[in-house]
């Protein structure tokens, strides 16, 4: 059996970190990946942009709270996973969302990229310091995944 | 410029019901959706044996379509590479969001039997019970389908 996620885009908010009650640290992103294509037909240039919600566990989850930003660029690897929950109608929700298990940085301005698995405690080298020179795919992405904003699902 | 992105999903699992056949309004098409179940297996810190299934709903448009909805059925073992996509709609006001795979390719790996017709689902192939996947089929029939 496999379950396999591999995404390549850029975060929509700076990423939001909690800790556990025994202290190891969740992070969740929401991530844009843009498709761009030409429509066959008409010759239109397309894009269409798909968000995704990204959870990070443990050591992984304290490197994304800390070097990932709004507009950074990341490739993540990982599972996806449905959570069921209850809305205030107490009728079952479903969220699905892919839970990293590998996430490399990628658009450093340093030039460099930083490579984090879930499995190896992370060195502290490279910094990922160009958050800010890669453009996020939405400028109106809202600062939490609480403001449910029209064209975000999550 | 923002490069381009990616955004691709692998899964190796079995159906846990027969393929659900739809056609899009104005001759837009068969569109053929299935659940699949992954499983994972481990093994905890007393060495007991753990056991998580997940579901996932995944859609075929076109040729694809056509393939599924020939051949698969509950139980069979399938390869699918894709896209996820998210959809939303409105129920009473409330925003209601659902994740579901584009299926772009397509192994089917349950083997063929002597007569060459695809294995049927119902033999050792047992797949995962699907109790705890009837509340996302219920929620789901109450959404447009696309």
Redesign the interface.
């Given at each position: 059996?496999?379950?396999?996620?591999?995404?390549?885009?850029?975060l929509g908010a700076d990423p939001e970190v909690r800790y556990m009650p025994n202290g190891e640290a969740v992070a969740s992103i929401r991530l844009?990946?843009?498709?761009?294509w030409k429509d066959k037909q008409t010759g239109e240039r397309k894009t269409s942009t798909?968000?995704?919600r990204v959870v990070f566990f443990r050591r992984l989850a304290e490197v994304a709270g800390e070097y990932l930003k709004k507009g950074s660029?990341v490739?993540v690897e990982g599972?996806?996973?449905?959570n069921?929950w209850q809305?205030q109608?107490g009728?079952?929700?479903?969220?699905?969302e892919i839970v990293a298990e590998e996430m490399h940085m990628l658009?450093s301005r340093s030039g460099g990229t930083a490579n984090y698995s879930d499995n190896q405690p992370a060195s502290s080298a490279s910094r990922a310091s160009g958050a800010s020179s890669?453009?996020p795919?939405m400028q109106s992405a809202p600062p939490a995944y609480e403001d449910?904003d029209d064209d975000i699902?999550? | 410029?923002?490069?381009?992105?990616?955004?691709?999903?692998?899964?190796?699992?079995r159906l846990g019901a027969d393929p659900d056949i739809r056609y899009l309004p104005n001759n837009g098409g068969k569109v053929v959706a299935i659940r699949l179940a992954?499983?994972?297996v481990w093994k905890d810190q007393a060495k007991a044996k753990q056991e998580h299934t997940?579901?996932?709903r995944l859609v075929f448009f076109k040729k694809l379509a056509d393939t599924a909805e020939q051949y698969l059925r509950k139980g069979s073992k399938i390869?699918v590479e894709g896209?996820?996509?998210?959809q939303?709609w409105d129920k009473?006001g409330?925003?209601?969001?659902?994740?579901e795979v584009v299926v772009r390719e397509l192994q089917m790996l349950d083997r063929a039997d002597e007569n060459g017709a695809p294995r049927h689902s119902s033999q050792p192939s047992t797949p995962p019970t699907a109790a705890?996947d009837a509340?996302?089929d219920e929620?789901f029939d109450d959404i447009p389908f696309f």
């Open positions: 059996m496999l379950n396999k996620v591999t995404l390549i885009g850029n844009a990946t843009t498709m761009r798909e968000w995704h660029q490739y599972r996806l996973r449905t069921k809305g109608d009728q079952d929700r479903y969220t699905t658009g890669s453009e795919p449910f699902p999550f | 410029m923002a490069s381009r992105g990616v955004n691709k999903v692998i899964l190796l699992g992954t499983s994972e997940e579901w996932h390869y896209s996820l996509r998210t939303q009473n409330e925003k209601r969001y659902r994740t705890n509340g996302l929620d």
